[in-house]
């Protein structure tokens, strides 16, 4: 839904930044209900300051194409390490796996707990927690991106089914079922990348997107303990009840996650 550049911003004085922009494709930009609802996104998230969250510096409007100014991360997503770990045949090393779960579940806690100036609840929820939208940096933070979008892809998932197409595999049983959705949603998603990072083996996979959707509402997930027996056997429990079908089941924030 958008192409992604490198580039700087210029200021006075010789001041230099880089940054990361986000450049909403034009058909896109052509639908103003989803224009709207990227601009109330995008104002949401120009006010999270969080080291595991990337910060929105700007959004606007050149002619008809409406960009986000990012952070610029010096790093790789965590799709394109956990493939490398495939190819590689080199696990996915258990302290770095959940050194990175516990930098998502605190940017997402920290996401899900802002409120408006005056103090009433924005009930965020990201929608889209990925592997794509985890970054790793090469200074060892993990940081969530793209809240700013989350809630308006979604929306524009109705009219184009391949929207998220690669990303259905993450979403929790009630987004694949078209509920209404709360904090606990992001949990299960995170709870799909925690799984992946330890067996280096995709939770819910199949050949077409309807079927993969009939997996994730099933939630039918293999034992940690039979795919790798090598874990520690308390890590389980906090796994599979990030990974309940059920969202009373689950954590009730990232918080706790974490």
Known sequence: MAEIYRAKLIGEGGFTKLVALKRILENFSDEDEFVSMLADEARIAVTMTHENVVQVFD??????????????????????????????????????????????????????????????????????????????????????VDFGIARAANKILK??????????????????????????????????????????????????????????????VPPLGRVAPELPPNLEGVVMKALARDREERYSDARALQ
């Open 59 to 144: 959004y606007g409007r050149v002619k008809n194409l409406h960009y986000i100014a990012m952070e610029f991360i010096r790093g790789k997503d965590l799709g394109k390490i956990l493939r490398r770990c495939v190819v590689s045949k080199v696990p996915f090393p258990l302290e770095h796996a959940l050194y990175v779960a516990i930098g998502a579940a605190k940017g997402l806690a920290y996401a899900h707990a802002r409120t408006d100036d005056l103090g009433n609840p924005l009930h965020v929820v990201h929608r889209d927690v990925s592997p794509q939208n985890l970054i790793i940096s090469y200074t060892g933070e993990a940081k969530v």
């Open 159 to 220: 009219t184009q089914a391949d929207v998220l197409k690669g990303k259905v595999g993450y979403m929790s049983p009630e987004q694949a079922a078209g509920q209404d959705l709360d904090n606990r949603s992001d949990i299960f998603s995170l709870g799909i990348l925690i799984y992946e990072m330890l067996t280096l083996r995709r939770l819910f996979h199949a050949d077409s997107n309807v079927v993969t959707l009939r997996l994730i509402q099933e939630a039918q």
